[in-house]
């Protein structure tokens, strides 16, 4: 199974404020929905909560420390190693790491493949994303300019690790 991280990131590497993200971005939600689609994806709780429901058409695997929590809908697991043996169980050929910066940083080490889209701005924020690691490539961009729905120009880029 693969495992692959996707994220969008500002220049200055934010990636959340206040619990939410900094942005809305309309292409950058229909990218994220068509590489997900169809898959596993892992969150973390507060990621969950921010998004508050599972998202449609994918098996939603939130992470928690927490024995009490509930999400329903979705698939509540307490930790990273459980979250990989259920997707791979049930067959899955690429899981998503969609955030946040906890799970990222954990997470990293394991990712294959990375979908970052690079928010063409500096966006003020309190989460950062953490550090990506060495031995990525980029094996595909795509630069899509701001228009009257989408605030900030962006790239999609796709980064493989061997």
């Given at each position: 199974m693969?495992?692959?991280a996707i994220?969008?990131?500002s220049?200055?590497?934010?990636i959340?404020?206040d619990?939410?993200?900094?942005?809305?971005l309309?292409a950058d939600l229909?990218?994220?929905?068509?590489k997900?689609?169809?898959h596993?994806?892992?969150?973390g709780r507060?990621?969950y909560e921010d998004?508050?429901k599972?998202?449609?058409?994918?098996?939603n695997l939130?992470?928690?420390?927490?024995?009490s929590?509930?999400a329903p809908?979705?698939v509540v697991?307490?930790?990273l190693k459980?979250a990989?043996?259920?997707?791979?169980?049930?067959?899955e050929t690429e899981?998503?790491?969609?955030g946040?910066?906890?799970?990222?940083?954990?997470a990293?080490?394991?990712?294959?493949k990375l979908?970052?889209t690079k928010?063409?701005a500096?966006?003020?924020?309190?989460?950062l994303?953490?550090?990506l690691g060495?031995?990525?490539?980029l094996?595909?961009?795509?630069?899509r300019?701001?228009?009257?729905?989408?605030?900030?120009?962006?790239l999609?880029?796709?980064?493989?690790?061997?």
């Amino acid at each position: 199974m693969l495992i692959s991280a996707i994220v969008a990131i500002s220049q200055n590497n934010v990636i959340g404020k206040d619990g939410h993200l900094p942005w809305h971005l309309p292409a950058d939600l229909q990218y994220f929905k068509s590489k997900t689609t169809g898959h596993h994806i892992i969150l973390g709780r507060k990621n969950y909560e921010d998004i508050a429901k599972p998202l449609p058409l994918r098996v939603n695997l939130v992470l928690t420390r927490s024995a009490s929590f509930e999400a329903p809908g979705c698939v509540v697991l307490h930790s990273l190693k459980d979250a990989f043996m259920f997707a791979k169980n049930a067959g899955e050929t690429e899981c998503f790491i969609i955030g946040g910066a906890a799970l990222y940083k954990e997470a990293l080490p394991y990712c294959k493949k990375l979908y970052l889209t690079k928010v063409l701005a500096d966006i003020d924020g309190d989460v950062l994303m953490p550090s990506l690691g060495d031995g990525w490539e980029l094996i595909s961009e795509q630069k899509r300019e701001a228009d009257s729905k989408n605030i900030y120009p962006m790239l999609f880029q796709v980064f493989q690790r061997a």
